[in-house]
């Protein structure tokens, strides 16, 4: 239940952020397109009544002005001064998906770092305390230790004993399909974190292109050809293929990390099943 939960608050935290990024934006770039008439307002005025030099009357409004968009931004001004409402920015259309895609990897990354977590168990001590509860109270008594303690190794072990009236082959049937299932939950969100880490730099290459499409067009456009014209595009292309790699190779990490981890549970799955059939047997010869 807490694994659905998270990832449903997976995608209400990329929608939510991306419509944060989305009025940020709009302020941003209304801000820019309406701030002109202002500063030049404030710089003559700055020069008519204090009579002082234009370079001082255009700090005094370009200082006015940032005050003024301060109040109207908000939060949203210092994220765009400390420069990562701008990098955004330059990075062109490709970064929107590209913000998407990170966010759902956190979401997942934090999902199941929380659920691996609170699977993990003492192998070693859960079987001493099943075995002992097994000579010395019965199937019963083993039964209640295994729902006393979470995680999938507890809850296959649990699977096995409900069988082990039905002798030893009905037992190993329980605990296949036990750890069938456990196995699959402990996959979950695994095949997201592999298709982000996929589709990241996928996008940021597409980005790339993108950017450099820019640059040529702007080449073309223009009668002189400089850096400043090529500048713009040339960037976009570089900040979609870094984020994009930014992204993907934490993702990659992850899911590698994840994938040892689930393997480590299914061996000792495997290795307490095996336990609990000896022991089963064991207690029938008697």
């Known amino acids: 239940m807490v694994a659905k939960n998270l990832s449903k ?3 209400f935290f990329a929608v939510a952020l991306v419509a944060l990024g989305g009025i940020y934006l709009a302020a941003a770039y209304s801000q820019e397109t309406g701030s002109a008439p202002a500063t030049e307002a404030a710089a003559q005025g700055g020069q008519d009544e204090l009579a002082m030099s234009k370079a001082d009357s255009l700090a005094i409004a370009k200082r006015i002005e940032n005050m003024a968009e301060h109040k109207r931004l908000g939060w949203f001004y210092n994220i ?12 062109g259309a490709f970064m929107w998906p590209l913000l998407l895609c990170s966010v759902i990897a956190l ?3 934090i999902e199941r770092l929380f659920t691996l977590s609170r699977a993990r168990v003492n192998v070693k001590t859960l079987m001493t305390q099943v075995t002992q509860a097994l000579r010395a ?7 209640k230790v295994c729902e006393s ?3 999938p190794i507890a809850a296959v072990i649990h699977s096995g004993l409900l069988r082990a009236g039905q002798g030893p082959n009905a037992v190993k049937e329980a605990i296949e399909t036990a ?5 699959s939950f402990l996959e979950r969100g695994l095949v997201v974190l592999a298709t982000v880490s996929t589709v990241a730099p996928m996008l940021g290459f597409l980005g ?4 450099m499409i820019s640059a040529f067009a702007a080449i073309a456009a223009a009668e002189q050809v400089s850096a400043k014209i090529v500048a713009s595009g040339i ?12 992204i993907a190779i934490p993702a990659s990490i992850g899911h590698a990390y994840f994938v040892s981890q689930i393997e480590r549970f299914v061996l000792e799955m495997e290795e307490a099943s095996a336990n609990l059939v000896n022991e089963l047997v064991e207690l029938g010869k008697k």
């Open 149 to 151: 303690t979470r995680g």
């Open 179 to 183: 750890g069938s299932i456990e196995t």
């Open 208 to 211: 790339t292109v993108s950017g």
């Open 137 to 143: 109270e019965g199937v019963d008594a083993a039964l």
């Open 9 to 11: 608050l997976a995608v």
């Open 80 to 91: 765009r001064h400390s420069g990562l409402g701008d990098f955004f920015i330059r990075g």
């Open 107 to 109: 979401v997942f990354i």
């Open 235 to 246: 960037e976009e292309a570089l900040i979609t293929t870094m984020t994009g790699l930014t």
